[in-house]
């Protein structure tokens, strides 16, 4: 497992830093100024191989989890990057979406993180989907289906608490389970979670409406969307379609991520995503050299990658 945990720890930080620069920037600006490598400087003036608050935060949420699940333990540490900067790739903070930043100023003031996270429509962002890839690792031992469910709600929910960002947390930790521990084929293991999402769905009773909003991910084939009509802004289900669909339709990292930033809009976000699932799919000798040289913190990203497999290996979800 630990090949795919560097994989998908040095995969988010890459296709995070691939999409800073052009951050907001047009799919058709894109088509014509495609990202080849690693840039520099653009959108939030960043030297090349800058990651944003989406590997940030999955570094937190590792640290975290590496010493066993307490919810209290995991928002504090979002804090602190906030607060201080930790896990930032200068340790400053330089991007942080509205919902995760209202919510962390609840948890700083005295809110519970099981009360802070955002529950208006509105406020399905991509903040909490983004972290979640460290907990497909911690999961990868948990049979129970509703357990799974329950922690990515509690650990969605510090910052983005509506059922729509819960369940497309849900189904992304699903699909990278799959991917660990039941199919290495990224499309056996997304026809698997099609099955055993939709089941416990309808076990659980949602509400249908907010289930039709995954309808292309769920019901049809998200990977025969053609390109026009897969979109890529912060929207969470926006984000959770176009990352799947990246890794759908290319057959190796480099053309995951770039496929991914090439689409634009939230180009990091989506490269971050997709990165998580491809680095893990493909693992770390599937990720460039010269990108993985040249992420910031790239060593610190190793180690904590390590000491993360090691904590988990040795521990059960409690």
């Given at each position: 497992?630990?090949?795919?945990?560097?994989?998908?720890?040095?995969?988010?930080?890459?296709?995070?830093?691939?999409?800073?620069?052009?951050?907001?920037?047009?799919?058709?600006?894109?088509?014509?100024?495609?990202?080849?490598?690693?840039?520099?400087?653009?959108?939030?003036?960043?030297?090349?191989?800058?990651?944003?608050?989406?590997?940030?935060?999955?570094?937190?949420?590792?640290?975290?989890?590496?010493?066993?699940?307490?919810?209290?333990?995991?928002?504090?540490?979002?804090?602190?990057?906030?607060?201080?900067?930790?896990?930032?790739?200068?340790?400053?903070?330089?991007?942080?979406?509205?919902?995760?930043?209202?919510?962390?100023?609840?948890?700083?003031?005295?809110?519970?993180?099981?009360?802070?996270?955002?529950?208006?429509?509105?406020?399905?962002?991509?903040?909490?989907?983004?972290?979640?890839?460290?907990?497909?690792?911690?999961?990868?031992?948990?049979?129970?289906?509703?357990?799974?469910?329950?922690?990515?709600?509690?650990?969605?929910?510090?910052?983005?608490?509506?059922?729509?960002?819960?369940?497309?947390?849900?189904?992304?930790?699903?699909?990278?389970?799959?991917?660990?521990?039941?199919?290495?084929?990224?499309?056996?293991?997304?026809?698997?979670?099609?099955?055993?999402?939709?089941?416990?769905?309808?076990?659980?009773?949602?509400n249908p409406t907010e289930i039709?909003?995954?309808?292309?991910?769920?019901?049809?084939?998200?990977?025969?969307?053609?390109?026009?009509?897969?979109?890529?802004?912060?929207?969470?289900?926006?984000?959770?379609?176009?990352?799947?669909?990246?890794?759908?339709?290319?057959?190796?990292?480099?053309?995951?991520?770039?496929?991914?930033?090439?689409?634009?809009?939230?180009?990091?976000?989506?490269?971050?995503?997709?990165?998580?699932?491809?680095?893990?799919?493909?693992?770390?000798?599937?990720?460039?050299?010269?990108?993985?040289?040249?992420?910031?913190?790239?060593?610190?990203?190793?180690?904590?990658?390590?000491r993360f497999g090691a904590a988990?290996?040795?521990?059960?979800?409690?």
């Amino acid at each position: 497992m630990q090949h795919q945990i560097t994989g998908a720890f040095l995969g988010i930080a890459i296709g995070d830093a691939l999409g800073v620069p052009v951050e907001f920037k047009t799919r058709s600006y894109l088509s014509e100024n495609s990202v080849t490598g690693m840039i520099g400087y653009g959108s939030w003036n960043q030297p090349p191989g800058t990651f944003s608050d989406d590997a940030s935060l999955s570094f937190c949420t590792a640290e975290s989890l590496a010493l066993g699940y307490n919810i209290d333990h995991l928002a504090n540490t979002f804090l602190q990057w906030y607060q201080h900067g930790y896990w930032g790739a200068h340790d400053q903070v330089f991007d942080i979406g509205n919902t995760t930043r209202l919510a962390l100023q609840r948890i700083a003031t005295g809110t519970s993180p099981l009360l802070a996270g955002g529950f208006e429509e509105f406020e399905n962002g991509n903040g909490s989907l983004m972290r979640m890839m460290p907990l497909a690792f911690y999961l990868a031992a948990e049979k129970d289906i509703n357990t799974r469910y329950q922690l990515v709600k509690e650990i969605s929910g510090i910052t983005h608490l509506h059922f729509r960002s819960v369940l497309a947390c849900f189904i992304y930790v699903e699909y990278l389970r799959n991917l660990l521990t039941t199919s290495s084929d990224p499309r056996k293991a997304y026809e698997q979670i099609q099955s055993a999402v939709n089941n416990f769905v309808r076990n659980r009773q949602f509400n249908p409406t907010e289930i039709k909003h995954f309808e292309r991910i769920l019901q049809n084939d998200i990977s025969a969307i053609s390109e026009e009509l897969i979109l890529s802004s912060g929207y969470v289900i926006h984000t959770l379609e176009s990352a799947l669909w990246c890794l759908l339709t290319t057959d190796s990292y480099s053309s995951c991520v770039l496929k991914a930033v090439n689409l634009g809009g939230d180009t990091d976000t989506t490269a971050a995503v997709a990165g998580a699932a491809a680095g893990l799919h493909y693992r770390e000798t599937g990720i460039p050299a010269q990108w993985a040289s040249e992420v910031a913190k790239a060593t610190a990203i190793r180690q904590l990658s390590e000491r993360f497999g090691a904590a988990i290996s040795t521990a059960s979800p409690q």
